[in-house]
Every structure is written in structure tokens, then in C-alpha cells.
């Protein structure tokens, strides 16, 4: 078998694993949150069902001296904030484990695969490099829908702030009215309200969780009435008038790059589609390219050529506005 196609089968394995290991982890926290959504809970509770769900209590910490250990370090952090991100509702133990995972599961099926240990090495980065790029899509993905989400949140927020309702009443309103992500994230709002965090600062925790623009806006309006006061529900309504606005052009732009995004995706998968190809047609024919030095070197330069024209054509493709 060419090390092209043990290469592949391995990345393979190596994102089945992740996916599978994904899935398991997550299966029993969202069974729990779907059936809290559904029953909901009183209006004196002081904590919500949900709570140990969301920041992982729902199931013992397979790893706590771990967790113990790395608490409070930044590194924990960024974890958790990426995974919170993403929209899973793992421990940052638990996500190590999956990366660990990935790592021995590539390095072993690269080893096995090819008999050498640098194809090894190579299906090991792969590992390490799945989850975070899932991580990283699946937050692109829940932030987008999010901000698809956020004019008609603002609506049926600023109708309930003009039939009377206090501002918390109406967070109430949307986690219960909407779908996820908007309605997990204003419930997670509400929960840390109901433990004791001031508005401002469950609104600035928002912030950190979401990473939006536009939902900063709506969260800096809200800290400033909050403050000041004023008539919160035309800012709400002019906020939702802009973010649409925004989404439109945003829905433009797509459509006009879509050419750009679609070459720099056919710049990174016809080498190695070629690669494939080429070995099944031929085996052997690139072995060298695998085995010898200047081989190898030929392929780390088109490895940072690929790189570099990635970047240039993101560079073309990303418009502010």
C-alpha cells in the first residue's frame, strides 16, 4: 500500500475516532439539557436544573487531579472558552482526553500503516489538529446562526420591554420561545443571575462565551440603560434593523466570494487528490517523493507554498463593514 493511501486512511480513522468519541461524551449532557428545556423550572427557583449540566457536572470528571491541577491557568480557560464556543457541552478535561486520543490513535495508524515512523509522526499532528479545526467549525457555525437568530430575538425583546416586562422577564421569554444557540445562551444568562452575578456582568460573560459583534452591541446598549436608563426598546429595535442589514450584505459578500473560497479549496485538495490518483493508477511511482531527501523537501516547500496561498486568498476574501 503507498504511503499516500495509509496517509489517507489514517487521517480517516483518526476524525472517525474523534467523531465517535465526540458523540459519546456529549450524548448524555444534551439528553439532559432537552429534557430541562422541555420541563422548564420555576420562577423562585435559585438555581436552574441546567446549571450543572452546562459547566459539566452532569457526570463525574474522568480526569480531576488533572482538572484540579490546571484549573484557573490560562490554558484552561481558552479551553473551556473554545469548547463553550463550539456549543458542546464537555469538561476541557474531557476535550484533552479526545485530543490525546486522536494524537496516539494517528501516530499508531500512520506507524502501522506505512512501517515508518515519520508517516507516524505525520498521522499524530493529524490528530492533534482535528479537534481543534471541529472545534473551530463548529463555532464559525454556531456563531453564524446565532447572529441569523439575533433581529427577531431583539423583536421579542423589545415587545415585551413595551408590555411592562423587566429585562430579565424578557431573557426568560426568549430561552424559553426560541431555539438554540440564542435560547442556551440567554438561559445561561439567566442562570448566573439567579446565583448571585450581576446583570452587567452575566451580559459581559455572554460576550466571552459568543465572541459576536453583533451581539455586543445589543449588550452594550443594555449596560447602558441599565446604568443610565432610557428607552431600551427603540435602541433594541434600531440595533435589529442594523443587524439585519448586516446579515443581507453578509449573505452578498458570500455569494461574491464564493468563487475565491471555492479555489483556495481546490488548491488544497487536488494535490493530494492527484497524490491518490496518481498511486492507485501507478503504485509506487511517488515513492520517492516520500523516501528520498530532496523528496521530502520538495514537499515541505509545497506544503508552505499551499499555506501561503491559502492566506493570500483569505486575505482578498475578508471584507469589514
Not at 92 to 120: D, R
Not at 277 to 285: D, E, F, K, L, V
Not at 291 to 299: D, F, H, K, N, T
Request: glycine share 10%; net charge negative; with cysteine.
Amino acid at each position: 500500500m503507498s504511503p499516500a493511501v495509509m496517509a489517507a486512511l489514517g487521517g480517516a480513522l483518526v476524525f472517525t475516532v474523534m467523531y465517535v468519541l465526540l458523540l459519546v461524551l456529549a450524548r448524555e449532557s444534551r439528553t439532559a439539557e432537552r429534557l430541562v428545556r422541555t420541563a422548564g423550572w420555576g420562577e423562585g427557583a435559585t438555581e436552574s436544573p441546567m446549571q450543572g449540566v452546562v459547566h459539566g457536572r452532569g457526570r463525574s470528571d474522568p480526569m480531576p487531579a488533572l482538572s484540579e491541577t490546571l484549573e484557573g491557568t490560562q490554558f484552561w480557560e481558552d479551553l473551556q472558552l473554545h469548547v463553550l464556543r463550539a456549543g458542546l457541552l464537555l469538561r476541557p478535561s474531557e476535550a484533552l482526553i479526545i485530543a490525546a486520543t486522536c494524537t496516539i490513535v494517528g501516530f499508531v495508524a500512520g506507524w502501522l500503516l506505512s512501517g515508518q515512523v515519520m508517516m507516524g509522526v505525520l498521522g499524530s499532528a493529524i490528530g492533534l489538529g482535528a479537534p481543534y479545526c471541529y472545534l473551530a467549525q463548529q463555532a464559525r457555525k454556531r456563531q453564524t446562526e446565532l447572529t441569523n437568530q439575533l433581529p427577531n430575538v431583539l423583536d421579542m425583546l423589545s415587545s415585551a420591554l413595551r408590555s411592562g416586562h423587566a429585562l430579565t422577564r424578557g431573557f426568560r421569554i426568549i430561552s424559553t420561545q426560541t431555539r438554540p444557540p440564542i435560547a442556551e445562551e440567554f438561559a445561561q444568562v439567566l442562570q448566573d443571575i439567579q446565583v448571585g452575578i450581576s446583570v452587567s456582568d452575566a451580559l459581559d460573560a455572554l460576550l466571552s462565551r459568543t465572541d459576536s459583534y453583533d451581539l455586543e452591541l445589543v449588550v452594550t446598549a443594555m449596560q447602558t440603560q441599565l446604568k443610565l436608563g432610557g428607552d431600551l426598546s427603540e435602541v433594541l429595535d434600531n440595533i435589529a434593523e442594523v443587524i439585519r442589514e448586516r446579515v443581507r450584505l453578509q449573505g452578498e459578500i458570500d455569494a461574491a466570494t464564493s468563487e475565491g473560497r471555492l479555489s483556495a479549496t481546490i488548491l488544497v485538495a487536488m494535490p493530494i487528490v492527484m497524490v491518490v490518483i496518481i498511486q492507485m493508477i501507478n503504485p509506487g511511482y511517488l515513492t520517492p517523493l516520500f523516501q528520498e531527501p530532496a523528496g521530502i523537501v520538495m514537499l515541505l516547500g509545497a506544503g508552505l507554498l499551499t499555506v501561503a496561498g491559502i492566506i493570500i486568498i483569505r486575505g482578498l476574501l475578508e471584507i469589514d463593514f
